[in-house]
């Protein structure tokens, strides 16, 4: 399957690179090293990017780019031609919107109020996507054209997957958070209706694109989902201010899009750097420009690398359209509390060692009146604990799983609390049992157990089939899309296994000391319990 620009023909490959390059150096303020190069990674599915041609010390500056040359609200052209559309504070964004949703989606969902909503309100992303759209049509006669000619055409992210490759990634949470159809529909009413609406001023009579055909409804909206897919992929949040950059209480501060405001911009040559979970460059938000330097000694012929934060294999898949190893420790899975709760039904039925009959109806009723007060998640992320890469941008020690979400095992105590209300009127030997803190924790941890017993076997294959396609691979990364998709539903497994590999250890921790328990009390008081 071919990546973004595996398509171009060498040649032509090399020219654009010359040309955007000869452009970039060309722009006042804009500095390039001498010691490093823009270069084709295709062979390694990489497209372009920034490699040393002699060892580079740390602190070293590598490029600069002078704000004027960034694409974005306050350098675009489109800002003096259609100014109603830049002006207000920006509407909330996707974030602030929805929970499960980082604010760089171009999956944006369409809140239901949002369909009648005003089309010319836009909010930092859909801006964005108008701005590229309106360079793009320029053509050659866009001051951005060098840069736009090195962009992507098309994309691996999931946005782009058929049905069947998409069933590749089977019980993956990555597949409801593609989005497709919310996405179509923020392009239809965003940007679509706004190119149209506003044609003299997307197509200038004095421009090259006004010879050209106007687009079609249809591809307006390929071309929305094109600059959409290029924003998530390249675009950086300008609002960031260089005291930000430095390592917070948190670690590195990721280095891309987070779209809080109307300040997302297209930043030429920084988006050239690709990206992995170890690396050895920065780039800095300075007042007059941004500027990308070396974090540690750079090798001749090593290849420059940012930083997009720790996300997992799916979320690099979902945003960027590749995977890489060092990524696979920010790997999670998500746990519906449907199946915890299936679990803890059947924990609590065997509670004392008999079946026992629960009003589980009277129960949902009572939860009802939980939910409404307090907060109740459908889902949980299961992660491992892990270090945030150092100054140098280099991660040390194993990622491990040490332990459930604490919101889970929250949960799991009003959901008890609960029960043992329900079961407290029909049977007071189990009301009691459910008012123990080990017996507690062993429904806790049994229910939480069955559950993602139950969760692994919602992937239609096993971890150690999807382990044997990931070990035919040439070269050893997942490129395809199919191999992708293994590399991010085994890493889910894999979470899974680890997480079941604790819970027993847990288990067996209980089961002992409550053996010791048993063992030190005094006779009469056995007999009595
Ligand atoms: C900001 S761009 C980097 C430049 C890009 N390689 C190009 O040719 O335009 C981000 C895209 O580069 C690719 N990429 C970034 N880091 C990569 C890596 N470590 N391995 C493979 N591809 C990578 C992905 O396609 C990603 O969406």
């Known amino acids: 399957m071919p990546t973004t620009t595996d398509t171009v023909p060498v040649g032509d490959f090399e020219q654009q690179t010359h040309k955007f390059l000869e452009w970039f150096t060309s722009q006042p303020g804009?500095?390039?090293?001498?010691?490093?190069?823009?270069?084709?990674?295709?062979?390694?599915?990489?497209?372009?990017?920034?490699?040393?041609?002699?060892?580079?010390?740390?602190?070293?500056?590598?490029?600069?780019?002078?704000?004027?040359?960034?694409?974005?609200?306050?350098?675009?052209p489109l800002a003096s031609k259609l100014p109603?559309?830049?002006?207000?504070?920006?509407?909330?964004?996707?974030?602030e919107e929805t929970e499960n949703h980082t604010a760089d989606d171009?999956?944006?969902?369409?809140?239901?109020?949002?369909?009648?909503?005003?089309?010319?309100?836009?909010?930092?992303?859909?801006?964005?996507?108008?701005?590229?759209?309106?360079?793009?049509?320029?053509?050659?006669?866009?001051?951005?054209?060098?840069?736009?000619?090195?962009?992507?055409?098309?994309f691996d992210t999931p946005m782009f997957w058929t049905g069947e490759e998409l069933g590749e990634l089977q019980a993956s949470a990555l597949v409801p958070k593609v989005g497709k159809e919310e996405a179509d529909e923020m392009i239809r009413t965003k940007i679509v209706k706004v190119v149209?609406?506003?044609?003299?001023?997307?197509?200038?009579?004095?421009?090259?694109?006004?010879?050209?055909?106007?687009?079609?409804?249809?591809?307006?909206?390929?071309?929305?989902?094109?600059?959409?897919?290029?924003?998530?992929?390249?675009?950086?949040?300008?609002?960031?201010?260089?005291?930000?950059?430095?390592?917070?209480?948190?670690?590195?501060v990721e280095d891309k899009v987070a779209a809080q405001n109307d300040t997302m911009g297209m930043v030429p040559m920084a988006d050239m750097l690709n990206a992995d979970a170890v690396f050895n460059a920065h780039i800095n938000h300075g007042e007059a420009c941004l500027t990308a330097t070396s974090l540690r000694e750079i090798k001749e012929g090593e290849e420059i690398l940012n930083y997009y934060g720790p996300l997992s294999s799916a979320e690099l898949l979902r945003r960027y359209g590749y995977v890489t190893k060092n990524h696979a420790r920010y790997d999670v899975v998500e746990l519906g509390w449907e199946l915890v709760e299936g679990g803890l039904k059947e924990m609590v039925e065997g509670v004392k060692g008999r079946k026992k009959e629960v009003d589980w109806s009277k129960v949902d009723e009572l939860l009802?009146?939980?939910?409404?007060?307090?907060?109740?998640?459908?889902?949980?992320?299961?992660?491992?604990?892990?270090?945030?890469?150092?100054?140098?941008?280099?991660?040390?020690?194993?990622?491990e799983f040490l332990g459930?979400?604490?919101?889970?095992?929250?949960?799991?105590?009003?959901?008890?609390?609960?029960?043992?209300?329900?079961?407290?009127?029909?049977?007071?030997?189990v009301a009691?049992?459910?008012?123990?803190?080990?017996?507690?924790?062993?429904?806790?941890?049994?229910?939480?157990?069955?559950?993602?017993?139950?969760?692994?076997?919602?992937?239609?294959?096993?971890?150690?089939?999807?382990?044997?396609?990931?070990?035919?691979?040439?070269?050893?990364?997942p490129t395809t899309r199919k191999e992708m998709a293994v590399w991010v539903r085994a890493g889910e497994k894999r979470i899974i296994r680890e997480a079941v590999a604790w819970v027993q250890r847990e288990e067996e921790e209980l089961k002992q000391a409550k053996g010791g328990e048993e063992k030190d009390e005094p006779a009469a008081k056995k007999r009595k319990a």
Not at 136 to 147: C, D, E, K, R, T
Not at 197 to 210: I, K, T
Not at 371 to 381: A, C, N
Not at 432 to 447: F, T
Request: hydrophobic content about 35%.
């Open 196 to 252: 149209k609406e506003n044609e003299a001023a997307f197509y200038p009579a004095d421009s090259p694109a006004a010879e050209k055909k106007k687009l079609s409804e249809e591809e307006l909206l390929a071309l929305g989902h094109r600059m959409g897919s290029a924003i998530m992929a390249y675009a950086f949040d300008l609002a960031k201010e260089d005291d930000e950059d430095e390592e917070e209480e948190d670690g590195w």
């Open 84 to 95: 109603f559309l830049f002006k207000g504070p920006a509407e909330p964004t996707v974030a």
């Open 368 to 399: 009802e009146e939980e939910k409404e007060e307090g907060e109740w998640e459908d889902s949980f992320v299961l992660e491992r604990q892990s270090e945030d890469p150092d100054s140098e941008g280099q991660v040390h020690g194993e990622a």
């Open 30 to 76: 804009a500095t390039f090293h001498k010691d490093i190069k823009l270069v084709d990674l295709r062979d390694k599915s990489a497209g372009r990017g920034i490699i040393a041609t002699a060892p580079i010390p740390a602190d070293t500056t590598l490029f600069t780019i002078p704000r004027p040359s960034i694409l974005c609200a306050a350098t675009s």
């Open 404 to 429: 459930l979400p604490e919101e889970l095992e929250e949960q799991v105590k009003v959901y008890l609390k609960v029960v043992k209300k329900v079961v407290g009127t029909g049977d007071r030997a």
């Open 432 to 477: 009691e049992a459910l008012g123990n803190k080990v017996v507690k924790k062993e429904i806790l941890l049994g229910g939480v157990r069955k559950a993602l017993e139950e969760r692994e076997g919602q992937y239609a294959t096993s971890l150690e089939e999807d382990e044997k396609v990931l070990q035919g691979i040439e070269g050893g990364r």
């Open 106 to 154: 171009d999956d944006v969902p369409a809140a239901e109020e949002d369909q009648e909503e005003d089309p010319n309100s836009q909010d930092s992303w859909t801006l964005l996507i108008l701005i590229l759209i309106h360079e793009y049509l320029q053509g050659s006669a866009s001051a951005w054209f060098p840069y736009l000619s090195v962009l992507p055409q098309k």
